[in-house]
DNA sequence: CGCCTAATAT
DNA sequence: AATATTAGGC
């Protein structure tokens, strides 16, 4: 049966009017469901729609299958039987209907049947009986796999449901009287939609949309990939708001035409807030993941001059799962789209982040200030105040000065340079190799590291130990500008500990006593250490001077720093060693 | 004006 | 907790 565009027009109640084939070897069994099925209550508001699902019931598996095959009739949806008194139990079917997204059922409740079922193509397990409840939502397997199926192998009966629905979806976007969180929250699926033509290529990348999930949410998908992008925002807000907020994810993976792989744009995750919602009026939210979005939010015009006209390219990193992504959290309460969406909030992601830190580096350190990073990074949408609040911290992390509270456990010297140290910023009372450490590590710069939420930041007292050019540069003393000019001497780190995850990372310097026996300082005299004012003044001399020694506790630069500041500087061309004509 | 920093707000 | 915003100084 093909449906014709009358039939589409018509179907403005979807999913009322879904196709159901039914395998079940109980008469009686098979009525009762067929009964729940047809007289659907839609969460008893929508619509109570008397005649919900068009069921056909089916007692043997070959006529069940053949039923399809036939084409005569057209099937949205199939509720099978696992039966294991009778042919292949249901297997055959499933096998042999891959296109049509099928529920198992059983009273056989073992975790291998389900695990069977589920390994061989179903979209659901659901255990007899079944309620009301448990079919309440069986059709958005039907969407999902409308719109997640690829194009190609798309069955002819669930086209329909795909177009049905992007045109439902539509209809009410183009409504412009209603300006309800709903149609906003449609509007922003149905930008999905038009562009899920990539996205279809990952047939099950998505997990269909469970039964058990009552809630008004409905999960179009949920991309495992976008994981440590998306816990940033949605994680937050979910929790905060219980059980009252929904959370809708999509990603599609739409590349931009104008993008090419050297243009390709960093991340970045705006959450637009809400305005002016009570707890009784918590709405919903949705988070879209795009590669392309309209930036309606000016925001306060820094950078963005015309809202509408904004379009964010976006990077696809391809060979490793840092997705050029954008997220824009909505949380629709009343607020215009275009009217006063004041606060974007930046999630400086870790791929975001290393644009910034990239920036900042080709820029170097005198140069490295917010318009001019602003500039560099490249990623529309982003102002010069979210670069400048970045930087802030970023300079902070850098310098090691650690907020208040941050600071307020590390209790021990508190006036002592110690304390401001990397080597100090352990727990004072942690003093031998079994103290507890983070089960994650800073991953400042990482490219492409999964490490999903982690804080780009690290852990308080935690600092980075990295020194590739990527990572933060661990510099002891504030002020002390280790990237371009060298870093200070640090004791060899000691012999890896064999079982000590960290101890690469971690060199020697676990507690003071260990910094004290290691350290080409003097011994136990931190409060020997020159004053801030001393070292400030020292470093200054040494950027200004490079051409005196340098004093002790630095070391050289790196000759790839050099290079580095070279090139920035347009100096490209390098003497040979040798030709020190000067 | 833009930048920097610290404090404070969200 | 992470960002944004603000304020005051340069």
Redesign the pocket.
């Known amino acids: 049966m093909v449906f014709s565009a009358n039939d589409l027009q018509e179907w403005k109640d979807f999913p009322k009017g879904l196709k159901v084939l039914l395998l079940e070897r109980d008469n009686i069994s098979a009525a009762e469901i067929r009964a729940k099925l047809e007289a659907m209550d839609y969460n008893g508001l929508t619509f109570w729609i008397p005649s919900f699902c068009i069921v056909s019931t089916f007692c043997e598996e070959n006529e069940a299958l053949s039923a399809i095959s036939s084409g005569l009739e057209s099937f949205h949806i199939a509720i099978v039987e696992v039966s294991s008194s009778s042919g292949q139990g249901g297997f055959k079917f499933l096998e042999n209907a891959k296109d049509l997204p099928t529920i198992m059922t059983s009273n056989n409740h073992c975790l291998n049947t389900m695990m069977k079922c589920i390994a061989l193509g179903a979209v659901e397990f659901l255990r007899k009986p079944l309620s009301e409840d448990k079919l309440r939502n069986i059709w958005q397997h039907v969407v999902h796999k409308a719109f997640n199926a690829r194009a190609s192998i798309l069955s002819e009966s669930l086209k329909p449901v795909k177009e049905s629905v992007v045109s439902m979806l539509q209809l009410q976007t183009d409504d412009e009287q209603h300006e309800s969180r709903v149609s906003r929250d449609i509007e922003k699926v149905s930008r999905f939609v038009d562009n899920d033509h990539e996205l279809s290529s990952g047939n099950d990348k998505y997990p269909a949309p469970s039964t058990p999930q009552l809630r008004q949410g409905t999960r179009l998908l949920d991309d495992g990939d976008c994981q440590e992008q998306t816990n940033?925002s949605t994680g937050k807000e979910s929790g905060e708001h219980e059980g009252e907020s929904k959370s809708v994810e999509t990603t599609c993976g739409n590349l931009n035409a104008e993008s090419t792989p050297q243009q390709r744009k960093s991340e970045i995750t705006l959450v637009r807030?809400e305005v002016e919602s009570t707890p009784q009026q918590r709405k919903s939210e949705i988070t879209l993941v795009k590669e392309e979005v309209d930036i309606v939010d000016a925001?306060?015009g820094e950078s963005v001059a015309s809202p509408h006209t904004q379009k964010r390219k976006v990077l696809s990193n391809t060979d490793r799962n840092t997705k050029a992504l954008i997220k824009v959290g909505v949380h629709s309460d009343s607020c215009e789209i275009r009217g006063n969406q004041?606060?974007?909030?930046?999630?400086?992601?870790p791929e975001l982040h290393k644009t910034f830190v990239k920036a900042v580096e080709q820029l170097g350190i005198d140069q490295?200030?917010?318009?001019?990073i602003l500039e560099l990074m490249k990623v529309e949408g982003l102002?010069?105040?979210?670069v400048?609040?970045?930087?802030?911290?970023y300079?902070?992390h850098k310098r090691q000065?650690l907020?208040?509270?941050e600071r307020k456990w590390l209790n021990l010297r508190e006036r002592s340079y110690c304390v401001k140290r990397p080597i100090m910023a352990f727990p004072p009372y942690h003093s031998n190799h079994t103290l507890p450490l983070p089960p994650v590590y800073p991953m400042w710069g990482q490219s492409g590291s999964p490490t999903a939420g982690m804080?780009?930041?690290g852990s308080?007292g935690y600092p980075f130990w990295h020194t590739t050019a990527e990572n933060w540069h661990w510099k002891p003393f504030p002020g002390m500008h280790a990237d371009a000019w060298g870093c200070p001497v640090l004791p060899l780190p000691p012999p890896q500990t064999p079982g000590f995850p960290y101890s690469q990372n971690m060199p020697s310097l676990l507690n003071a006593d260990a910094v004290d026996h290691t350290f080409t300082m003097p011994q136990s005299s931190f409060e020997h250490y020159p004053a801030e004012e001393v070292v400030d003044k020292v470093v200054k001399e040494a950027i200004s001077k490079p051409w005196l020694p340098l004093p002790l506790g630095l070391k050289p630069p790196s000759p790839d720093s050099v290079l580095a500041e070279l090139s920035r500087q347009g100096i490209s061309n390098i003497p040979p060693k040798g030709s020190n004509s000067c």
């Open positions: 940033c807030e925001s306060k004041k606060k974007i909030k930046v999630d400086w992601t490295a200030i917010p318009s001019r102002t010069r105040h979210n400048a609040s970045h930087l802030q911290k300079r902070m000065i907020p208040k509270e804080q780009i930041w308080p």
